[in-house]
């Protein structure tokens, strides 16, 4: 079953006068549990690949598809609510909120939800990355590897079909982000589709599949 897709995605902006085209009618169908690596030199259209992937922006030309329904058609108030109910994401740098504990970031994406901050949801995924000692901690009192699993935990609070990572390894040394791709190796045995954008060649060792950018255009 496929979990996400690109037809045709065309993606261009104006910048200084120029119209620079960052995607150029590209396709990609995503399975459901699939983990998928998207590989490319800098200014190859990754980043511009993953804002349309996570409805944060939208595609000139061509359809993105979210769970068989055609997301280019959504409202920005519909695009928000298949963001929050069916993506969750992990940054490079992890963007914790420094006042909070590790069990209240993890909870930050509820806040506003109708039965309010899933604590117990969040102490959980907490436990299954390995970080059950850690709940009250605040980032200052984590290393990094430790942050970006709070961050993995976060992106899955909302329990998402599909978890977009951006460079997930890029700022850990390699022992530590075997373990991150370890648990995300791990998320996909749940359904859980993972598409990680890299520049990594570690991360393409746990991916079941390789997608390599060149200037707009698949490899």
């Known amino acids: 079953m496929t979990a996400i897709e690109l037809r045709g995605v065309t993606k261009r902006y104006e910048t200084g006068g120029h119209t ?18 998207i590989i490319g030199p800098s200014g190859s259209g990754k980043s511009t690949m993953l804002n349309l992937l996570g409805l944060l922006d939208a595609p000139t030309e061509g359809e993105v598809w979210l769970d068989g329904i055609d997301a280019t058609r959504f409202s920005d108030s519909e695009a928000t609510t298949a963001r929050r109910e ?6 490079q740098d992890f963007y914790l909120i420094p ?7 993890v909870t930050v994406p509820t806040v506003f939800s109708p039965g309010g901050p899933a604590r117990d949801r969040a102490a959980a995924l907490l436990e ?4 059950a000692d850690r709940l009250h901690h605040a980032p200052n009192e984590l290393s990094g590897g430790q942050k970006q699993r709070v961050a993995i935990a976060r992106s899955l609070i909302n329990e998402p079909n599909v978890v977009l990572a951006d460079e997930p390894t890029g700022n850990l040394d390699r022992e530590i982000g075997e373990r991150i791709l370890e648990t995300l190796r791990e998320i996909t045995g749940q359904g859980v589709t993972v598409i990680a954008v890299t520049h990594d060649e570690q991360v393409n060792e746990y991916a079941d599949r390789v997608f390599a950018l060149l200037d707009g255009v698949e490899q």
């Open 20 to 37: 620079v085209e960052a995607l150029k009618g590209v396709d990609l169908a995503v399975d459901a549990g699939e983990f998928l690596s």
């Open 86 to 91: 069916h993506i969750g994401f992990i940054f």
């Open 99 to 105: 006042t909070l504990t590790a069990l209240e970031n």
């Open 128 to 131: 299954n990355v390995g970080l």
